[in-house]
């Protein structure tokens, strides 16, 4: 299997700078979003709370406002990740198993490495529960969306199969009932068991079918049209709330209400984006390079000891000494603080530990396979057999109807 995949030269090249490019903005729009939620969240681990910003209800003040809309960010990022991944995956037909695994090594491991010295620098004030997680971080989705893709990439290929037997018409049945279900009464009512890994099938299907039947729709102008209307329509989902929640106490607490995958504006968004970067042709190898680190970057930035315990002290660290009189300005800084770290550190990882991962997750790869043909060679010996005992038992109920 490893015979037939591309060299590592042909991979980097077949890569799409444009696009890499944009990976990076949705990098950057995650590590806002994350650092604007450290300051308005509620954390019961840490004793302290000074730093923390009321953002909940309605409200004038610009600031307040502009950090809600940082909090979007979040979801703007994971929707052009998916968008940009899935994009790819349609035309795939060999499973990514041993990236699977390597990607769950690199979880297990960049979790339990940044829990050490962080343990030492709390003096052991960290929660049970915390360490908990920490040990099994894919198993309580400390990164929920890594979880999911993980899981994608292990479904994509039977999601092709699929996809590749339905006709037009079927596939376009498909992804409006999906659209309407999830990105429609999903997103407005919570209905139909939406969950995490249900709106990423939901955008594979999508994308699916504007990739084989509405290529137009990635063209330039459509990207421009499809941007500015995922941005329009997210800003006006969040002034009418706003005004709502000054007359009626239900949308008093909804300001970050629409701030979900399956808000049909933030995959109009990603769409359009998808379109203006898809059509950008250049090629930088330093910018795939570096592109190539966005998952490490995610998990590094993102772990649970960091944002549990780091982020709160940096904050509060910042609000004792400078108060919020300039807090846009702080969550920008440290956004860019925290994309040049998690990057350095992603890419010594890369260069070091990922080495070994990706050596241990083939030796890894081989043995799971072995053992899985061995109980699937079992299990179907075992539904042969029942077919075969099945089938005498049908000539002979046959010979007593005939007597």
């Known amino acids: 299997m490893e015979q037939e995949q591309p060299s590592k030269a042909a991979k980097r090249q077949e890569?799409?700078?444009?696009?890499?490019?944009?990976?990076?903005?949705?990098?950057?729009?995650?590590?806002?979003?994350?650092?604007?939620?450290?300051?308005?969240?509620?954390?019961?681990?840490?004793?302290?709370?000074?730093?923390?910003?009321?953002?909940?209800?309605?409200?004038?003040?610009?600031?307040?406002?502009?950090?809600?809309?940082?909090r979007y960010f979040g979801q703007f990022g994971n929707a052009i990740f998916l968008f940009c991944s899935a994009w790819f995956l349609v035309d795939k037909r060999v499973p990514s198993k041993q990236k699977v695994l390597t990607m769950l090594l690199d979880v297990w491991l960049i979790s339990v490495a940044l829990f050490f010295p962080a343990y030492f620098l709390q003096h052991g004030e960290i929660a049970k529960k915390i360490i908990f997680r920490t040990f099994l971080?894919?198993?309580?989705?400390?990164?929920?969306?890594?979880?999911?893709?993980?899981?994608?990439?292990?479904?994509?290929?039977?999601?092709?199969?699929?996809?590749?037997r339905t006709d037009r018409r079927g596939l376009l049945r498909i992804a409006i009932f999906l659209a309407v279900a999830y990105l429609g009464l999903g997103f407005l009512f919570s209905a139909f068991c939406t969950?995490?890994?249900?709106?990423?099938?939901?955008?594979?299907?999508?994308?699916?079918?504007?990739?084989?039947?509405?290529?137009?729709?990635?063209?330039?102008?459509?990207g421009l049209l499809?941007?500015?209307?995922?941005?329009?329509?997210?800003?006006?989902?969040?002034?009418?709330?706003?005004?709502?929640?000054?007359?009626?106490?239900?949308?008093?607490?909804?300001?970050?209400?629409?701030?979900?995958?399956?808000n049909p504006c933030i995959f109009l968004f990603a769409l359009g984006m998808f379109g203006i970067f898809k059509n950008m042709t250049f090629h930088s190898s330093f910018l795939n390079r570096i592109s190539s680190l966005s998952l490490l970057v995610y998990l590094i930035h993102e772990n649970l000891i960091v944002r549990t315990y780091f982020r709160p002290m940096l904050w509060q660290a910042i609000y004792l000494k400078f108060g919020y009189s300039h807090v846009i300005g702080w969550t920008?800084?440290?956004?860019?603080?925290?994309?040049?770290?998690s990057l350095l550190v992603a890419w010594i990882w890369s260069k070091t530990v990922q080495v070994l991962t990706r050596k241990l997750s083939g030796k890894l790869y081989?043995?799971?396979?072995?053992?899985?043909?061995?109980?699937?060679?079992?299990?179907?010996?075992?539904?042969?057999?029942?077919?075969?005992?099945?089938?005498?038992?049908?000539?002979?109920?046959?010979?007593?109807?005939?007597?």
């Open 15 to 70: 890569r799409h700078s444009g696009i890499e490019l944009l990976k990076l903005l949705a990098v950057f729009l995650i590590v806002i979003s994350h650092i604007a939620q450290t300051i308005i969240e509620v954390n019961g681990y840490i004793p302290y709370d000074d730093y923390r910003m009321d953002v909940g209800g309605a409200t004038t003040n610009l600031v307040a406002l502009t950090i809600i809309l940082f």
């Open 137 to 164: 971080p894919t198993t309580f989705s400390n990164n929920w969306y890594i979880t999911c893709y993980m899981i994608l990439c292990l479904l994509y290929p039977y999601l092709n199969l699929i996809i590749s």
């Open 195 to 222: 969950t995490g890994l249900v709106v990423f099938l939901v955008y594979y299907f999508l994308i699916a079918f504007i990739k084989k039947y509405l290529p137009s729709w990635t063209s330039l102008k459509a």
């Open 226 to 262: 499809f941007t500015a209307l995922g941005l329009i329509g997210n800003a006006a989902a969040i002034a009418l709330t706003d005004l709502l929640a000054f007359h009626f106490d239900l949308f008093s607490d909804k300001l970050l209400a629409w701030s979900k995958l399956d």
């Open 332 to 341: 920008l800084i440290q956004s860019v603080g925290f994309l040049f770290v």
């Open 366 to 403: 081989n043995l799971l396979g072995r053992v899985a043909r061995f109980f699937e060679q079992r299990v179907f010996r075992f539904l042969s057999e029942d077919e075969k005992n099945a089938a005498i038992l049908t000539d002979i109920r046959n010979e007593d109807n005939k007597k």
